[in-house]
């Protein structure tokens, strides 16, 4: 089993809906979460960064940490044509460790939004 | 604004052949990593480098791959003999501490 899972979709959405997209997680040393949009044949570019639980805003797009559940949630509201990409999610234990800073990455979320 | 340089961007190559991809991180970031993501994957850490040494280099095949961040700038990362299952995307990211990455734009290879 791996440490993070995430739903590969595809998902497609009609412009202005909203989209969830989720990952779980087995390892309860993680304490960083983040979000990463990837467009075809570019590298991955960090979108939210959260630390342990709660929420977090920017513009449409808001993180979800539920560490009691191992759940993280990236919403998008109002989604354009320019938001299809791959999400990927990706965590990173706590500060001290030998392994902090490691980045364990989902498998990634195609999301297609159609005009 | 400052990004990751990674050239070349695309290389074809014959199995049991060399490779050599190279990465130029953003100015002052002290920590690089070194991920290969396969098609419909996330990616995977094969080397860590905090300034010129190696961090962690676990997942890193050391039989034909090797990396190398002499002057604890600009780093190579090294196939030798490739083999089919190494066609991926080869991504480098730096950073300023260890819980933001910033990544480039990846070298895809392809090996025949």
């Known amino acids: 089993q791996k440490e993070v899972e995430q739903d590969p979709g595809p998902l497609s959405v009609p412009e202005g809906a909203i989209v969830s997209l989720n990952c779980t997680y087995s390892?309860?040393?993680?304490?960083?979460f983040m979000w990463y949009r990837q467009y075809s044949r570019k590298g991955p570019e960090l979108l939210m960064y959260t630390y342990s639980s709660g929420n977090k805003e920017d513009g449409r797009f808001t993180a979800q940490v539920d560490k009691s559940s191992k759940y993280i949630s990236l919403f998008i509201r109002d989604s354009q044509p320019s938001d299809s990409a791959t999400y990927l999610c990706?965590?990173?234990?706590?500060?001290?460790?030998?392994?902090?800073?490691?980045?364990?990455f989902g498998q990634g979320t195609i999301l297609t939004v159609h005009p | 604004e400052a990004e990751v340089a990674q050239s070349p961007r695309y290389k074809i190559t014959e199995k049991s052949q060399a490779v050599a991809f190279w990465c130029d991180p953003i100015s002052g970031h002290a920590t690089l990593y070194w991920y290969r993501q396969i098609l419909g994957q996330g990616p995977e850490l094969l080397v860590q480098f905090q300034d010129e040494s190696v961090v962690d280099d676990s997942q890193l095949p050391k039989d034909r791959f090797s990396a190398e961040r002499l002057k604890g700038v600009d780093s190579t990362l090294k196939i030798q003999p490739a083999e089919l299952g190494d066609s991926a995307m080869y991504l480098c990211?730096?950073?300023?501490?260890?819980?933001?990455?910033?990544f480039g734009p990846g070298t895809r290879l392809t090996v025949l």
């Open positions: 390892n309860s040393a993680f304490q960083y």
């Open positions: 990211a730096s950073s300023p501490s260890t819980d933001t990455q910033y």
């Open positions: 990706a965590m990173s234990p706590n500060a001290g460790g030998t392994s902090y800073g490691k980045l364990t």
